[in-house]
């Protein structure tokens, strides 16, 4: 149980196009979600929270326009990468948290975004 | 503001061997994770440790927590290749309802044959 699918897995585009990223929790209702980025031999960053029906949480220094983040469905949470360019080249992780003793994380298997 | 070190940072070691990884935070916690990673994949949950001195092993790998001193370590017991991986560490601070992991920046364990 608890698992979460990613989609893509990988995804190679041009400088200024958009991007989008699902995050599915198959197993479970997941009321948060969690967007990670991750770049070469470094460790994970918390990009946003988001949360079921309302608006996500974005951390410090992450640009909520660039980023944009919509959980629709207790089960599916989308990051869209936004005029995508070189810099954001990286893997990005989701995790769903189930809501219990102590709120685990599973995480996704990460998506990898290379901008040309 | 939440801080985890982990160290080492990079650890070379033989089959067979034994060593520890260690992880320190700087603020009372509620629970603590470690995970491994493999080249190119995303994190496999290891362990989560909820109380002082709580202890949990797997095969060749045993963590232990220390709430007192905002320490935990991650024992490995005669390595083995398939040991080779990123470990992390992660913590969720104690108190209201946030569940959000602060992770360490990660030890790389090479076993060599």
């Known amino acids: 149980g608890a698992v979460v699918s990613q989609h893509p897995s990988r995804v190679i585009c041009k400088s200024g196009t958009s991007v989008k990223i699902e995050c599915r929790s198959l197993?479970?209702?997941?009321?948060?979600m969690f967007w990670y980025r991750q770049f070469p031999k470094q460790s994970l960053m918390l990009m946003a929270t988001?949360?079921?029906?309302?608006?996500?949480?974005?951390e410090q220094g992450v640009e909520k326009d660039k980023f944009l983040i919509n959980h629709a469905s207790l089960t599916l949470s989308t990051l869209t990468v936004t005029s995508a360019h070189p810099e954001d080249s990286s893997f990005y992780i989701c995790?769903?948290?189930?809501?219990?003793?102590?709120?685990?994380?599973?995480f996704g298997p990460g998506t990898r975004l290379t901008v040309l | 503001e939440l801080k985890v070190e982990q160290n080492p940072l990079f650890l070379s070691m033989q089959e067979g061997k034994n060593y520890t990884i260690y992880c320190n935070y700087s603020?009372?916690?509620?629970?603590l994770y470690w995970y491994r990673q493999d080249p190119g994949k995303s994190l496999e949950s290891l362990f989560v440790?909820?109380?002082?001195?709580a202890v949990k092993q797997e095969g060749r790998l045993m963590a232990s927590l220390d709430t007192k001193a905002r320490l935990s370590t991650l024992h490995i017991t005669a390595a083995v290749h398939d040991l080779s991986a990123t470990y992390f560490c992660?913590?969720?601070?104690?108190?209201?309802?946030?569940?959000?992991?602060?992770f360490g920046k990660g030890t790389l364990l090479t076993v060599n044959p």
């Open positions: 995790s769903a948290c189930i809501q219990g003793f102590y709120n685990e994380q599973f």
């Open positions: 197993d479970f209702q997941a009321t948060t």
């Open positions: 988001s949360n079921e029906g309302s608006k996500a949480t974005y």
């Open positions: 603020t009372t916690s509620d629970r």
């Open positions: 440790l909820l109380s002082n001195g």
């Open positions: 992660a913590v969720v601070p104690s108190g209201g309802s946030n569940y959000k992991l602060t």
